[in-house]
């Protein structure tokens, strides 16, 4: 069901004012269910444009939306929405591209061009949710060879059977 919260985070980030929300908690209280339940209906808001591309990254704060501005200029009329959001605290930002359907000439776009625009702003490529199966091949924008060798002899000795995950949080070094 499309709920009207959904459509006004769209509005908000679109016209980047996203972030005076993070004030209305503190100032007004009782205004705290409303912005959380907006924050989260942005993931469905999404959807309703289509196919949504779906990255979650760390940014230093000085330059926390900064990757939403470069991809917008990137995808110039590629895409129907570009927009983050995510814990303003520790950097963490969800970014969101949306397009009618998949396609295959936006996602080149976006990959590698956006774990490369992460590390130059000196973020992670990969925040809360992990590295999964899909960026083990983008690590190496956030970690160098010796990180690596470090994390692939630490899950070693956790999980000498690699029964854990398997094959889903490194590369092959």
């Known amino acids: 069901m499309f709920r009207p919260l959904s459509l006004l985070i769209i509005n908000i980030s679109k ?39 779906k990255y979650d990254v760390s940014i230093p704060l000085n330059n926390y939306y900064d990757i939403v501005l470069l991809l917008r200029k990137k995808l110039e009329g590629k895409y129907t929405n570009i927009y983050g959001y ?41 925040a809360e949710h992990g590295v999964g199966f899909r960026k083990p091949q983008f690590i190496h924008y956030s970690k160098d060879e010796s990180a690596l060798r470090l994390m692939k002899d630490l899950k070693h000795l956790m999980d000498p059977n690699g029964i854990l995950n398997p094959y889903k949080v490194l590369p092959d070094v």
Request: a negative charge; proline letters at 4%.
């Open 15 to 53: 016209h980047n004012v996203a972030s005076q929300i993070k004030y209305s908690t503190a100032i007004l209280p009782r205004l705290s269910s409303t912005i959380w339940n907006i924050r989260e209906n942005i993931a469905e808001a999404g959807l309703h444009d289509g196919y949504v591309f």
């Open 86 to 126: 995510g814990h303003i605290g520790d950097g963490n930002i969800h970014i969101n591209v949306t397009v009618p359907e998949y396609s295959k000439e936006v996602c080149d776009m976006l990959e590698p061009y956006i774990f490369e625009q992460v590390a130059k702003l000196k973020g992670s490529i990969s």
